[in-house]
């Protein structure tokens, strides 16, 4: 059985061992004192007896009847020869036999001795002091002792009390600590929740635009506050850099539209003065080619750049499949679906952007389309707290290289044959051999298996970043017929 996991649990835990173990030995050391003070007392007691009558026996006459004094009902005393005769005795019950026999008195002869023996009737335990005295010039033991019952009783109590109270002390000890350790990482519970309702679309949205969310710090200079002003420091850092990335993406994305536009118009005008077939004439399509794929990664940057910048409590309802058709009937107007049948299927409201689920539903058509070699399934369903969009292809589906890492940004797999890199966020299959990428004016209009152009690597990143925006999540895994790509969304975001 291992420790607790919380920290407060572990805190008590140790409140209730130290306490057991200060109590225990408080209890040791009480016991040990209340004991050893009963005793001296007690031996005070006797030590004062035994002089009194060794200072009474001189004064008594040879033959002449004695009788100890006794100073209460407790106490008694003995006079007893060497060989045991009691010579007298006080209460009187003890003139039949001595309370100290064979080496014991002989001991007490020599020296004061104290002993603990029964001393019946008048007592079942008694503490002893024995030791030597003349009587009339002859030698003779004085014994006095007095009962332990009582001392022995306030032991018994004492242990019962302390055996009933230490525990009870250490259960309120330890519950005093679960309290107390409560009350000190009240703040840090309170810090735990609000990281946890600070999301990245909120982290994000405040990005550059002035300070965002920040953890509350508890009054005082202590650790815990401390913390919490290096949490927040820590946060404002990655808020700034989040910002600058931001602000890059939307520059770069931006100022790249003007020069694309104008190298695409500039080759457009040299292709429309070279004849057809001519070394010029395919040099500028390929050029062309490059341009557009240069003018889609700036659209592309632009879109990762502003998903994460929404702002969920103000998004509308949006019928996903409205959104679906739209972004099947954009690709067929571009003729992007060519040869391929596009099914669409099922119906669901979320609230969100239309826009930017709009992109995302057409990021998936294209790239299935880009690998299916006959069909593509478009899904919508939906469960009490969230929908799904998945989209389906009969293609080859993901290498397993690929769909470890499918909605990662500008990723690509090295093929062995063919051109340099088959696109793997961009289309939904880094194909085999005969699926690649070729770059060509007619690519992707080949007999058979559909032909695609390698991308930038951003289309399934886009795919999971509006996801991530909307509060969802994106997943992709093969099939046994092909790939399938799920958007799911939240029904109603928080």
């Known amino acids: 059985m291992g420790l607790p996991r919380t920290l407060r649990a572990r805190l008590a835990l140790l409140f209730a061992g130290a306490t057991l173990v200060l109590c225990g030995l408080v209890g040791l050391v009480v016991v040990s004192q ?32 004695l009788t100890p004094l006794l100073p209460d009902t407790e106490s008694f005393a ?44 008048k007592t079942s335990n008694a503490r002893l002091l024995a030791g030597p005295s003349d009587l009339a010039g002859q030698r003779v033991v004085i014994i006095v002792g007095t009962s332990l019952d009582d001392t022995i009783q306030a032991e018994n109590r004492l242990d019962l009390a302390l055996a009933i109270g230490l525990p009870l002390l250490a259960l309120a000890v330890s519950l005093g600590g679960w309290f107390l350790a409560g009350g000190a990482l009240e703040p840090v519970r309170s810090m735990i929740e609000e990281a946890d309702t600070i999301s990245a679309a909120q982290f994000a949205a405040g990005a550059g635009s002035g300070p965002g969310r920040r953890l509350s710090v508890p009054r005082g200079g202590d650790e815990i506050a401390e913390l919490a002003r290096r949490l927040n420091a820590l ?106 049948s596009v099914r669409l299927d099922g119906q669901a409201t979320v609230r969100g952007d239309a826009s930017g689920l709009e992109r995302a539903i057409s990021n998936l058509v294209e790239n299935a389309l880009r690998v299916a070699r006959t069909r593509v399934d478009v899904h919508i369903g939906t469960d009490p707290t969230s929908a799904t969009i998945e989209v389906s292809d009969d293609g080859p589906g993901f290498p397993p290289l690929l769909l470890e890492r499918a909605f990662e940004r ?85």
């Open 34 to 65: 209340f004991r050893s003070q009963l005793r001296a007392s007690l031996d005070d007691g006797l030590s004062n007896r035994f002089t009194q009558l060794d200072a009474q026996l001189p004064s008594t006459q040879a033959g002449a009847s």
């Open 410 to 494: 500008f990723t690509h797999i090295e093929l062995p044959d063919g051109p340099s890199t088959a696109e793997r966020g961009e289309g939904n299959a880094a194909a085999p051999a005969s699926l690649r990428p070729v770059a060509t004016a007619d690519a992707g209009l080949a007999s058979g298996p559909r032909r695609a152009r390698a991308g930038a690597g951003l289309g399934l990143a886009i795919v999971a970043a509006i996801a991530a925006a909307h509060g969802g999540s994106a997943e992709a895994c093969n099939s046994g017929t092909g790939a399938t790509v799920r958007l799911v969304l939240p029904r109603h975001p928080s």
């Open 235 to 340: 946060l404002a850092r990655i808020e700034d850099a989040v910002g600058h990335e931001r602000a890059f993406l939307d520059d770069a994305s931006h100022e790249l539209r003007t020069p694309i536009s104008i190298a695409r118009g500039e080759a457009e005008l040299a292709r429309m003065s070279v004849p057809d077939g001519s070394e010029a004439a395919v040099a500028l399509d390929s050029l062309l080619d490059e341009v557009e794929r240069l003018d889609h990664l700036a659209r592309n940057l632009l879109v990762l750049a502003r998903s994460r910048s929404a702002q969920p409590a103000s998004w509308p309802e949006v019928d996903l499949a409205d959104v679906a058709q739209r972004a099947v009937d954009g690709l067929q107007r571009a003729g992007a679906v060519a040869g391929v």
């Open 78 to 121: 003995q006079v007893v020869l060497p060989d045991g005769t009691v010579l007298a005795a006080a209460p009187r019950a003890l003139y039949r036999r001595s309370v100290l026999q064979g080496a014991d008195l002989a001991q007490a002869l020599r020296a004061k001795h104290t002993f603990v023996r029964p001393a019946r009737p």
